[in-house]
């Protein structure tokens, strides 16, 4: 019976009886219905787009092939992981924003690309594989989520850095804060606190470790956009940046505060469903 095989086994124990309650009911209107019944749907895809998978200790290992690259990938079960891969790899949310950067903007051979708010490398894992000759500086404050990049980068053979540290307005300690949206590992968020055991750096911080120019910054930072693109410090900094591509949170602050700051600054602003691309008119192509 297919609802004692992949993608249902992944639902949690709980989850999957609620589900098949549902089915045989025939109550399928409830909201929670509906988004576990989304969830399988995107993990048919996610199983379907693998070559080939395996599953063990909570994990699924898949092997496929993108841009001519043969990518491995392991997604924690059950998690919001799969759901990132979905939009990375299937929706191909970053590819828009990739295709302008290379036609608009003016990339050394190497160009370095700084993606705050990480997750799990998935990202990460899309961009050198748009970008092959890119170098990466990975920021992610949760230390599972690390620890699965670490494996992707050596499974991958990626030419990236991971730094366990959170995009902020200041240099100051930070710790976890849960409740944001829906409080999966996609969604955690952090708040700044004496005790806390999370380095919160700026994007001056990183500009100038980094040589002084960003080619590409990508941020996902759950809410933390606000006050690090309110903060006088980074927005001196933007004229070192060459394009940003953002997830901005509508529920966690005023978008058209951000936009307007970088506009300001002399960036061209362009939506792109869930992101939206700053480009830096000082490096445009002519």
Avoid at 42 to 65: C, E, I, P
Avoid at 67 to 88: H, K, M, W
Avoid at 219 to 242: Q, R, T
Avoid at 254 to 279: A, H, P, V
Wanted: glycine share 4%.
């Amino acid at each position: 019976m297919k609802f004692f095989a992949a993608p249902y086994t992944f639902l949690a124990p709980g989850e999957r009886i609620f589900y098949f309650w549902c089915i045989l009911s025939r109550q399928r209107r409830s909201a929670r219905f509906i988004s576990t019944d989304r969830l399988l749907l995107k993990m048919k895809q996610v199983l379907a787009f693998f070559s080939s998978y395996t599953y063990a200790d909570k994990k699924l290992h898949g092997k496929f092939s993108f841009a001519g690259n043969s990518l491995s990938v392991q997604l924690r079960i059950p998690s919001s992981d799969a759901e990132v891969f979905y939009q990375v790899f299937i929706e191909e949310e970053y590819a828009r924003s990739i295709q302008l950067i290379k036609e608009r903007i003016q990339l050394p051979a190497a160009p370095l690309l700084i993606d705050a708010g990480a997750n799990i490398g998935l990202s990460a894992l899309y961009f050198s594989a748009r970008l092959p000759q890119c170098r990466m500086l990975l920021l992610e404050p949760f230390a599972s989520n690390v620890q699965a990049i670490h494996t992707h980068i050596q499974q991958n053979r990626l030419n990236a850095r991971v730094l366990c540290a959170a995009l902020w307005p200041r240099e100051a300690m930070l710790q976890t804060a849960a409740g944001f949206r829906d409080g999966k590992e996609w969604s955690v968020t952090v708040q700044e606190t004496a005790n806390g055991t999370i380095q919160g750096i700026t994007p001056a911080m990183l500009c100038n470790s980094e040589g002084g120019i960003i080619d590409i910054l990508k941020v996902d930072i759950e809410g933390s956009e606000f006050p690090v693109f309110a903060s006088e410090e980074s927005i001196s900094m933007l004229k070192n940046i060459k394009a940003v591509i953002m997830e901005i949170h509508d529920d966690a602050g005023d978008r058209s505060q951000i936009t307007k700051t970088f506009t300001q600054q002399q960036f061209e602003c362009i939506e792109l469903g869930e992101l939206t691309l700053f480009l830096n008119r000082l490096y445009l192509r002519t």
